[in-house]
Nanobody, 120 residues
Framework: QVQLVESGGGLVQPGGSLRLSCAAS????????MAWYRQAPGKQRELVAT???????NYADSVEGRFTGSRDNTNNTFYLQMNSLKPEDTAVYYC??????????????WGQGTQVTVSS
């Protein structure tokens, strides 16, 4: 009943920027915590950033100061602004959210993933 759809990935040169979006739709009452993960080939999925309902954020040390998470509660959309990108940022990025349905039950959902490639 709830779907997270990601967009904004692509190819960018080192030092460049990308903005990822994750739009939630379905039987949504509210969205609590949101998060961004990434997974590079042969590596485990890692947590990149978290966003609370109030928009408070935390970041992995590897992206601190370069990535910024935000959310638009009106449109049930959250974002990851990625600046000063490095080749080691190359990965599939996944959004994740704890969603409160109209029945007031909480469930966790994943987006389909979007590829980010940082290369010259």
């Amino acid at each position: 009943q709830v779907q997270l759809v990601e967009s904004g990935g692509g190819l960018v040169q080192p030092g460049g920027s990308l903005r990822l979006s994750c739009a939630a739709s379905g039987s949504i009452f509210a969205i609590n915590g949101m998060a961004w993960y990434r997974q590079a080939p042969g590596k485990q999925r890692e947590l990149v950033a978290t966003i609370t309902y109030q928009g408070r954020t935390n970041y992995a040390d590897s992206v601190e100061g370069r990535f910024t998470g935000s959310r638009d509660n009106t449109n049930n959309t959250f974002y990851l602004q990625m600046n000063s990108l490095k080749p080691e940022d190359t990965a599939v990025y996944y959004c994740n959210a704890d969603v409160i349905s109209r029945s007031l039950r909480s469930d966790n959902y994943w987006g389909q993933g979007t590829q980010v490639t940082v290369s010259s």
